[in-house]
C-alpha cells in the first residue's frame, strides 16, 4: 500500500477522526502530522501520529486552532508537508481552505475548491441536481429576496414549507411553516440566522416532508471520471438534525429502489464533475419516494458502516484518489455482506435534555469480539470540556443480517461501560429494544415522538451501582493495571479480578 506523490499529510483535525486517518495514512507509508492545542494537551490522538507541531505563536487566539486556515497552510509550508486531511466537520467542507492549499500546492484530500463552492450552495447544488435528473422536491429555483416573494413561493407550492439558508447547514437558517401567517416571521428569522451564521442571508423554499426518512448514498469518484457507490445508509435516528444512530443498509428500501436511488447519486456524482468521496443525501416520503437534499464533499463521521459491509478502506480510497490513482473496484465487483449499526457515544445528559456533560473519564470499559468495532479519541483521564463537539466514541457493530446486528449491539452497549461523565448509552440501549426500531417502522420523528420512552432504566441498577462503589474502593487503595498508551483502554472486568 504505498503511495507515489504524498509522503507526508498534516490532519488537521483532532479525536477518533484523526486517529482513524493517521492509522490508514501510516499503513500506507505516509508521515502523519498531528496538531496539539492547550485546549486538549494529553489528547490520545496526538499518541498516534508520527510527529506533533505546534500552532504558530498568535496575537488573537478568537478562531479556534482546527478553523484557522492561514496559521493550518502555514503549518504545512513550514513542515514541507505534502497534503492536508481535513477529516469531517471544522474546515472539512471550506471551499477557501481547499482553495488555499491549492494556490501553495498543497494536496487538499477532498474535492476541488469549486466542486466545494459548488455543492455547499444549495441552489447551485439543486441545478446540479435537475441537469442530472434526480428528484427534487418543489419550491424556488433562486434565493427569496422579500417576504413577498417568499409568500408568492409557498402558496405556489402549498404548505408546509420549509425555509432554508442558501449557505447552511447543521439545521441553522432553516424554519418550517405550517401556516400562511406565520410565514413572515419564520422568513425573518431564518435570513437574520442565515447573516448571522454564514455571513450570507440568502434562503430558498421548499416543500416540506413530513416525518421521511433519511437515507445517504457513499459515492467514491476518481480523477478519470470513474463513479461508484458504496451503498446507502439509514440515518433517521436522529435529534435536531443531528445524527445518533447509522445503520448500513436501510431496511427502507426495496431493491428496485435502491437501485434508483444510487444510480441518481451516481449521476448527480458525475454531473458535478465530483472526485474523492462524496455522500448525497436523500428524504425518503411515506410512499416510498426519494428527493435530494444536499451532498456533504467529505468523510462523513459514520463511514465506518460501510467499511464494515463492503470490507472497503474509505480513507485508503480517499488518499489514492488524491494521488491521482484510479479507483481499484469496479461497480460489480463491490460485494456487500450483512448489516452494520454505528451508535455515537456522546457526553450528553439524556435525563436533563441531553445536555452536554462535562468531567474527567475515569474508566472504561469496551466489549470485545470480531464483530465490534470502537473507535474513539478518548482515554481513562481525558478531561471532556465544552471546547469540542460532544462525540467521544463511536461502537460499530457489524451482523449477518439487521436481526443479528440489532442483537450484538444491544449486547455490546451492555458491555460498554464509561465512568466520570454522564453518556448516551442508556438511550441507546433504549432506541435498540424499542419495538418500531426492532421492525424498522420509524422516520426523523421518532426520537421526538417516543422522547418519554427513551429513558433507559438498567435491570441490574443496584448490582451495577455495588461494582461501581466497588471499583471506587479500589481506585483509592491500588494503582490501576497498566495500559497501552496507543488505546489507553481500563478494563472494569480486569481491574476486579
Known sequence: MKTNNIQSILIANRGEIAIRIAKTAKQMGIKTYGIYTTKEPNALYLKTVDEIVDFPAREKNDIPEFLDIDNLVKIAIDHSIDAIHPGYGYLS????????????????????????????????????????????????????????????????????????????????????????????????????????????DSVFIEKYVENPRHIEVQIVADNQGNVIHLGERECSIQRKQQKLIEEAPSSALSPKKREEITAAAIRLAKEANYSSLGTVEFLLDYKGDFFFMEMNTRIQVEHPITEEIT??????????????????????????????????????????????????????????GNHIRIESGVKVGSEIT?????????????????????????????????????????????????????????????????????????????????????????????????????????SLNNKLK
Open 386 to 490: 465544552t471546547f469540542f463537539d460532544s462525540m467521544i466514541m463511536k461502537l460499530i457493530v457489524h451482523g449477518k443480517n439487521r436481526k443479528d446486528a440489532i442483537k450484538k449491539t444491544e449486547k455490546a452497549l451492555n458491555e460498554l461501560y464509561i465512568k466520570g461523565i454522564k453518556t448516551t448509552i442508556p438511550f441507546h440501549k433504549a432506541v435498540l429494544t424499542h419495538d418500531d426500531f426492532i421492525d424498522g417502522d420509524f422516520n426523523t420523528s421518532f426520537v421526538q415522538e417516543y422522547a418519554d420512552e427513551l429513558d433507559f432504566t438498567e435491570d441490574n441498577e443496584d448490582v451495577a451501582a455495588a461494582v461501581y462503589v466497588l471499583a471506587h474502593y479500589y481506585d483509592s487503595y491500588y494503582k490501576p493495571p497498566q495500559i497501552n498508551p496507543t488505546t489507553d483502554y481500563w
Open 93 to 200: 467542507e471550506n471551499a477557501l481552505f481547499a482553495q488555499k492549499c491549492e494556490q501553495e500546492n498543497i494536496i487538499f484530500i477532498g474535492p476541488s475548491s469549486e466542486v466545494i463552492q459548488n455543492m455547499g450552495n444549495k441552489l447551485i447544488a439543486k441545478e446540479i441536481a435537475r441537469k442530472a435528473n434526480v428528484p427534487m422536491l418543489s419550491g424556488s429555483s433562486e434565493s427569496i429576496k422579500s417576504v413577498e416573494g417568499a409568500k408568492k413561493v409557498a402558496q405556489s407550492i402549498g404548505y408546509p414549507v420549509i425555509i432554508k439558508a442558501s449557505a447552511g447547514g447543521g439545521g441553522r437558517g432553516m424554519r418550517v411553516v405550517y401556516k400562511h401567517e406565520d410565514l413572515e416571521a419564520a422568513y425573518k428569522a431564518a435570513t437574520h440566522e442565515a447573516l448571522t451564521a454564514f455571513n450570507d
Open 311 to 368: 470490507q472497503l478502506d474509505l480513507v485508503e480510497l480517499q488518499l489514492n484518489i488524491a494521488n491521482n490513482k484510479p479507483l481499484p473496484i469496479t461497480q460489480k465487483e463491490v460485494k456487500f455482506q450483512g448489516w452494520a449499526i454505528e451508535c455515537r457515544i456522546n457526553a450528553e445528559d439524556i435525563q436533563n435534555n441531553f445536555t452536554p456533560s462535562t468531567g474527567v473519564i475515569k474508566a472504561i470499559r469496551v466489549p470485545e
